[in-house]
């Protein structure tokens, strides 16, 4: 595990640019324009899990980009959480319906799920054992990078990381398809408490890679299992706000649609804290996408 010296001296004196090793940078501009400079696309794994929703990412998980998240997530360089975050928060907007892009303050219009409802990203959580050899969870960390870069942008979001493992998965790595989404299957939870804050606000599923999807059909899974898991007793009880461990991270490391372009089914909620007891998966993101998942959307 990582020490608090060398985290803090990653931050302050960067050895190497995470995606190409050039000295003396964090990531450089070359890099830094292959990870998000570009507009993020759809991309759809094949073949593409059931429950899976509309998927945009920012990169292809090719060189530079595969480079700098494998430096983030494996060695430990957390100053690459801010350029990941804006990477992945390209790819949240882009991933928006039109309705919620056009309800940004300054846009002249009003959320749909009630005036100033922040876009809630929800990361993939990393497995326990993960977490502890690694020292930190990537996909959390860069969450909350991409929440902080969306308000700075002038949208209004929140990380919310409510998501956990409740049984021990195996290593997905040499897994194929089939089998990682029943290595997946039933493996993720949303945390007591979590489905409340799930629905104050439309939700969007985040991950720093995706490669068959198996990881973010189950999260979505999760997330609309927990609308039936709060009690009616509930219904008029305050949504929790409180200063938490994640709202402190933020600060260090500072957010479906069908095919048809229609609204997914809301998942109802009771106890929903005055925005209508709902829960609505509207898209997920992330950061990169293995390549082929990105040429099936050439016409």
Known sequence: MRGWWQDLTDLVLPGECGGCGAP???????????????????????????????????????????????????RGA?????????ALAGAVRAGLPGALRG???????????GVGAPVLLVPVPSGRRAVRARGHDPARRI???AAGELRRSGVPARALGVLRQRRAVADQSGLNSRQRLDNLAGALAVAPGGA?????????????VMTTGASLAEAARAVRAAAGLVSNATRTGAVYRGETRESREEQNVGSTRERTGRWPARQ????????????????????????DSFEINRN
Not at 41 to 65: F, K, N, Q, T
Not at 78 to 86: E, N, S, V, Y
Not at 196 to 208: A, K, N, Q
């Open 24 to 74: 003396r940078t964090v990531l450089c501009a070359k890099c830094r324009a292959v990870l998000g400079g570009a507009v993020a696309h759809r991309v759809r794994p094949v073949p593409e899990p059931p429950g899976l929703p509309v998927v945009h990412a920012a990169a292809r998980y090719a060189d530079e980009v595969r480079a700098t998240l494998l430096a983030h997530k494996e």
């Open 78 to 86: 957390l100053a690459l959480a801010g350029p990941l975050g804006a």
């Open 103 to 113: 309800s940004w303050p300054g846009a002249g219009g009003a959320w749909s799920r």
């Open 143 to 145: 969450a909350f990078a």
């Open 196 to 208: 409340r804050l799930l629905s104050e606000g439309p939700v969007v599923l985040v991950d720093d």
């Open 268 to 291: 109802g909620i009771t106890g929903a804290g005055g925005v209508g007891g709902v829960v609505d998966v509207v898209c997920a993101a992330v950061v990169a996408a293995s390549p």
